[in-house]
């Protein structure tokens, strides 16, 4: 009998999923989008330990899929088996307006800011990421997250500052025990600006990878379930 796995998130997790399905994998994959809100400065679950979405349409896309995935699961605090989740968010933050006037890199034409001062934005900016993921694992639910795409921008600093996030959050989630999916060497240039041919087929899509991708995110994550 194959082995189940859930996939959830934000809007990265279409392509990841429609990917992973086409793989000739030994696992049983279930999955969906979570509408969890435009806007990800602000809390998307509960702070209790029955986590739940704050969003009730996305705690009920949660409830349909557990239930078709056969799992006895009323919060996700309740899952059994590995569940795989898009919710890094690095790739927003990149293009948040605030860094266009501040630099975590010297740069005569912009505010520096100190490591300890970008380490904290970074800290207080994910807080409710970081919180989501602690409650999730100390109830012992295996836990992996995606790294989404790099930005489009081979030139600048953007690539530089999503790498430099990217770390970050990386270190902290691993903290908790999170097993990290980041395909950013295969997918991006070495400033970490996405190449081409993983562009989203969306015209002006600046967030998203394409079907391929999410082939090589899908292609990650086995790897990882096998050998982890």
């Not at 790099?150 to 030139?155: A, F, K, L, T, V």
């Not at 953007?158 to 903290?175: D, H, M, P, Q, S």
Request: glycine letters at 6%; proline letters at 5%.
């Amino acid at each position: 009998m194959s082995r189940k796995v859930l996939l959830l998130g934000d809007s990265h997790i279409i392509q990841v999923m429609s990917s992973f399905q086409k793989l000739n994998s030994p696992f049983q994959v279930f999955g969906t989008h979570l509408p969890l809100g435009k806007r990800w400065g602000t809390r998307f679950h509960t702070a209790t330990p029955s986590l739940k979405f704050s969003n009730p349409d996305a705690q009920v896309k949660f409830n349909e899929i557990a239930k078709e995935a056969g799992l006895n699961a009323r919060y996700v605090t309740d899952l059994n088996i590995p569940v795989v989740f898009s919710l890094s968010a690095v790739e927003r933050l990149v293009y948040h307006w605030d860094w266009l006037a501040h630099s975590p890199f010297y740069r005569e034409e912009k505010h520096f800011l100190s490591n300890q001062l970008f380490e904290q934005i970074i800290r207080d900016h994910f807080s409710h990421f970081f919180e989501f993921f602690e409650i999730l694992t100390a109830h012992k639910v295996k836990c992996f997250n995606i790294i989404g795409p790099g930005p489009r921008q081979p030139d600048g600093d953007r690539g530089a500052l999503f790498i430099k996030i990217k770390n970050l959050v990386t270190e902290i989630y691993r903290g908790y025990g999170v097993s990290i999916i980041d395909t950013t060497e295969t997918t991006s240039y070495p400033n970490g600006a996405l190449l081409p041919q993983f562009w989203s087929d969306m015209p002006n899509d600046q967030l998203h990878g394409n079907y391929e991708w999410g082939k090589v995110v899908a292609e990650a994550i086995q790897q990882k379930m096998i050998f982890d």
